[in-house]
């Protein structure tokens, strides 16, 4: 759905036209719809793909034998056999003063992925902890290494991707010197075949915005042990990763940045951003932004204007990742985000500062499917 709006749009980008421009253009051409009431919404959206039952809140964990590792790595792997050893090689290279261990959960592989764990374990058995389950998805292979976890600091690392040398003395010692909670470092895109892509780049800072300045993806950084004490991924979702901006980031009380590449990441084509696209599941981006705001309030966390900020982003991202779907369902989707954000940020309390993201706001105030529409298609 509206694949020549965005065709449109990416052409007006090139001639380098402002955004408000391309906004005001777009909405000429798009149709405002009737919007139905949250609760026939929500239905409707059930009736298309159902709802997971996961959530991201855990029973405190109560960290044990907590001194034993500076950092735990967590590395959740599924039929991964084409690239883990790349991976768990630049694991066992690391030159640190720190202690480290390595938790490879190897989620029901059918390959030689296993195999080459247990190679590695036999042959590092200070670096690697091999766990082997039925298949749970990211989401349970992730949350079963942080009950495994028994460090001050933890770490996430995808099975395809690999690590710089100073991985672990690079954040650490960042971690440590800045008493942070979370520190991120720089990261390189790399093709499947291995051929450097962008880096993207951070300066090196003591003291930053999480919202402003972190990437949405669990990997690439560090964080305090205890920010997951009650935490896990919601099973069951995709884009699962947004627990990190809901329930981990507001409790960090000091977040850094170095400008370091300390991480490779490999474009994985057959993955959840690429291969969603047009499914119908993909309206769990939906769900999870419900359920992340739902289990905030069973907590009684603290919601910020930060927070306030990131779900109005989150509700363009959600657009984006369900665009390719049928009218009807983005229709649907937009009266439960709507709700959302009255039942979670009322509107005698929040009102964005940010000029762009205050048309989505207005948008989903007003429930103007038209406005919201045009604008996430101009962004």
């Not at 719809?33 to 793909?49: C, G, H, M, R």
């Not at 640190?96 to 938790?103: E, G, K, M, P």
């Not at 991985?167 to 650490?172: D, I, R, S």
Request: hydrophobic share 35%; proline share 3%; net charge positive.
């Amino acid at each position: 759905m509206y694949s020549k709006f965005r065709i449109v749009n990416k052409i007006m980008k090139l001639c380098k036209i402002p955004q408000n421009v391309r906004y005001n253009t777009l909405s000429l051409f798009i149709k405002n719809n009737y919007v139905p009431t949250d609760i026939e919404a929500f239905s409707f959206l059930k009736s298309i793909s159902s709802y997971p039952t996961g959530s991201s809140i855990n029973e405190d964990r109560g960290i044990s034998d907590k001194d034993k590792y500076n950092l735990s790595i967590i590395i959740p792997a599924y039929n991964a056999d084409k690239f883990i050893t790349q991976c768990l090689d630049s694991i066992s290279k690391q030159i640190t003063t720190y202690r480290f261990q390595a938790i490879v959960v190897n989620d029901g592989s059918t390959d030689e992925t296993l195999k080459i764990i247990e190679e590695f374990e036999r042959k590092y058995p200070k670096i690697f902890k091999c766990i082997t389950q039925e298949n749970k998805g990211f989401s349970g292979a992730r949350n079963t290494g942080l009950d495994y976890v028994n460090s001050e600091y933890l770490a996430f690392v995808d099975s395809d991707d690999i690590v710089s040398v100073d991985f672990v003395e690079m954040l650490l010692a960042n971690a440590y010197k800045n008493s942070a909670d979370i520190v991120e470092g720089s990261y390189q895109k790399v093709k499947e075949n291995g051929h450097l892509q962008k880096a993207l780049i951070h300066k090196n800072r003591n003291s930053v915005d999480p919202y402003d300045n972190l990437y949405g993806y669990p990997w690439g950084k560090i964080y305090r042990t205890e920010l997951f004490n009650n935490v896990k991924f919601p099973e069951g979702f995709w884009y699962e990763d947004t627990v990190g901006m809901y329930r981990i980031w507001p409790k960090a009380k000091k977040v850094s940045t170095i400008s370091s590449v300390i991480y490779y990441y490999r474009i994985n084509n057959s993955g959840i951003t690429f291969s969603s696209r047009g499914k119908k599941k993909a309206i769990d981006s939906v769900y999870v932004t419900k359920q992340l705001l739902e289990d905030c309030a069973e907590l009684q966390e603290e919601i910020t204007y930060s927070l306030y900020d990131f779900t109005l982003y989150q509700m363009a991202m959600n657009f984006h990742r369900i665009r390719l779907l049928d009218k009807e369902i983005l229709i649907n989707a937009f009266s439960v985000m709507s709700k959302l954000l009255d039942e979670y940020f009322p509107a005698n309390k929040f009102n964005t500062k940010s000029q762009q993201l205050k048309i989505i706001q207005d948008s989903l105030r007003k429930r103007d499917y038209k406005m919201f529409v045009s604008y996430c298609l101009s962004m």
